[in-house]
């Protein structure tokens, strides 16, 4: 990325203030706030624009921060009455709808006149908000899209909007390449994300995506460039914009309490103390995690062949079902089952946990990564099998359950098909864990997983990639803040 030097006599003595709009899905929410903690403690004043039902996930984090010194704050804005949406569900692990998505655009106005109120020095904002783009400009502020994925994720998106491999493929599992990136990276249709789909409305969506580009002065991801070799400079290159990689953000929490109540609030504290007392009694490396993130929702037949697949394998397992789950005895006897929401963050970061069985979302990619964990990745939706490739396929640091195709979020109870088996899980599982059953290689991905955790933690330390990329954000900050003056 090509940096210009601030003219001498810049005021740096002011510290920029920063607003911070994030979409209200877990995935998304909660790296975002990380995100501004993170600028908070290079001593920015953070204010995150969200409703009240969301900053209750956050309190303790935010209000510890605060309390230590940090200028960070919620602004609470409404959710708009006209919407229909009671307070506790605002966010999109609990609502699942297309009406949710339209409600959080009724928060445009919102905003912005919470931005008249609070005249920030820039937006960092989700990419799902791209109307946040026209607010900063009306406001004269820069806007940051906050991508909620990785470079790789994006650059394959973006081949695939713009050069459509997938319409040429002759069938839904004949593999195709996506053209122009680093790696030689085969996709099927049955994998690429919805809106990529031959049949979807193409031109309008081609042109939204680019628009929102166009009217953002850089992109922010959580990531580093070892993550992702070449990815954010060839996505520099493909839209002209800056990419900041400022991850793995999970790596900001310092205190023990943030990270076990991170997305769900005082509540998560005793489901924690039961889950790490159990991950206590085990042996080091010996546990895998299992859990699918915040959106998902399997038919009971897929659920049954996950547990009993997990049973078959004899390693003893931390398994995230939803609350409304039922499961059978033998799996509650054979590792232990988490209702609703787990710990992730500690969880990941126990010696007891040696693997990962993942949907791919790449919150959990990159809090994987921070902890060292190798992976197992079973993708269910959108991005996710893009972030599959790149671990299983460019990176090395997990391997492949071998989930053919993906479904459509918010309809996979419906289809009620099985993705994968039971035999397939337990052997996966066995082999991730104890190394046997499926060729070598396992040793491989332990250690590549080892080494980026290591990496991870190198680009968030003073002087690392990630660490710089701060820096040079409120920099341009600034920048734009002496031009337009
Ligand atoms: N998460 C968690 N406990 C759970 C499920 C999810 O703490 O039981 C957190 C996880 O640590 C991550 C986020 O929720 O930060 C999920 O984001 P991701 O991008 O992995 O997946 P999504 O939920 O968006 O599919």
Redesign the pocket.
């Known amino acids: 990325m090509a940096h210009h030097k601030l003219p001498q006599n810049a005021n740096f003595h002011r510290a920029p203030r920063i607003c911070f709009v994030p979409f209200p ?4 929410l ?2 975002m706030i990380d995100l501004a903690n993170l600028f908070s403690s290079r001593g920015a004043h953070s204010t995150i624009f969200i409703t009240r039902g969301n900053a209750a996930r956050f309190a303790s984090l935010v209000c510890h921060a605060a309390a230590s010194g940090r200028r960070i704050c919620f602004r609470l804005i409404p959710f708009p009455a006209d919407a229909g949406i009671p307070d506790n569900l605002q966010c999109a692990d609990t609502v699942i709808s297309s009406r949710f998505a339209a409600a959080v655009d009724l928060l445009a106005p919102l905003i912005s006149r919470l931005l008249d109120e609070d005249t920030p020095d820039a937006i960092i904002s989700d990419a799902y908000l791209p109307w946040t783009a026209g607010l900063a400009a009306e406001h004269r502020i820069p806007r940051y899209s906050f991508t909620g994925t990785g470079c790789f994720a994006l650059a394959v998106e973006r081949a695939l909007l713009l050069k459509r491999p997938q319409d040429r493929a002759g069938s839904d599992s004949e593999p195709f390449l996506v053209p122009g990136l680093p790696d030689l990276v085969y996709l099927t249709r049955s994998k690429i994300a919805e809106r990529t789909q031959p049949e979807i409305q193409r031109k309008e969506l081609t042109k939204k995506a680019l628009e929102s580009d166009t009217s953002t002065v850089g992109l922010v991801v959580n990531s580093f460039p070892e993550l992702e070799p070449g990815y954010a400079e060839y996505y520099e290159r493909e839209t002209g914009k800056p990419v900041y990689t400022v991850g793995p953000v999970s790596l900001c929490i310092e205190r023990r309490e943030d990270a076990v109540e ?2 769900w609030g005082p509540e998560a504290a005793q489901e924690a103390t039961r889950v790490l007392s159990w991950l206590d009694g085990r042996e080091p490396g010996t546990v895998v995690y299992v ?1 699918f ?4 929702d399997f038919p009971a037949a897929q659920v049954r062949d996950i547990g009993m697949g997990l049973v078959d394998s004899g390693v003893p397992f931390v398994w ?1 079902v939803r609350d409304d789950v039922e499961v059978e005895a033998a799996m509650e006897e054979k590792g232990l089952v988490v209702r609703g ?5 500690v969880v990941l970061e126990h010696a007891a946990v040696g693997g990962l069985l993942t ?1 791919c ?4 990619i990159t ?1 994987a990564t921070a902890a060292g964990v190798p992976t197992l990745t079973w993708p269910l939706f959108g991005d996710q099998f893009y972030n599959e490739r790149l671990v299983a396929g460019v990176v090395g640091t997990g391997a492949t359950v071998g989930a053919e195709k993906g479904s459509v979020w918010g309809e996979e109870v419906a289809s009620n098909g099985l993705l994968v088996g039971r035999e397939e899980v337990a052997e996966s599982v066995r082999w991730l864990m104890k190394g046997y059953g499926r060729g070598d290689g396992v040793e491989l991905i332990r250690r590549k997983a080892q080494e980026m955790k290591e990496k991870a933690r190198k680009a968030m330390a003073e002087g690392g990639s990630s660490y710089k990329n701060i820096a040079l954000i409120m920099e341009d900050i600034w920048r734009h803040k002496l031009e337009n003056s």
């Open positions: 899905s877990p995935g998304r909660i790296p991170r997305g859990c993130g915040s959106l998902y995230v929401w787990a710990p992730q963050l949907h979302g790449w919150g959990t809090e």
